[in-house]
């Protein structure tokens, strides 16, 4: 049992199994937002051209009010908007591709990243699950709890094999 823990830098092998599923999770979350990002700021330089193509395809009145609004607010779109949301879709991205190299790498800064990270949602999805319960903001918060307390384990085992191996 020593030698396993060992192996997986100071955790069991359940924990560890669960911190690297944990890392996997996260680059996923990183590559879908770096794919999303990706596709609007493709998008956006035809957005225009875009609308006005669905609304003709739809053969309403571009002069109409509600298509004439919608056509408004695709040329108005501005540049500086779109390059905020992809600073911070690549901030985001960023943070998330650094936690799941850590956790992969059993680094404990990323454990600490990542219970912080998802402690962050707990007030909001709870908040939410009262208001308004359904299954997935269910699953939503026991997803989050189960980072959290995992990550606490993991944290909690490794401070334990270091204070032992100084013992």
Known sequence: MAQAVEEHGGLTPGIDTGVRAVAVYEGIKGVLVLAVASGLTLVHKDVHAIAMRLVEHAHLDPAA?????????????QDMRLLLLASAAVGYVAIHFAEAYGLWHRRAWAEVLAASSAAIYLPFELYELVRRTSAL???LLAANTAVVV????ALRRRRWAVSSSRA
């Not at 995992?150 to 384990?153: E, G, I, P, V």
């Open 150 to 153: 995992l990550m606490m384990l």
């Open 137 to 139: 903001r269910f699953a």
């Open 65 to 77: 009010k509600y298509p004439s609004i919608f056509l408004s607010a695709a040329a108005h779109l």
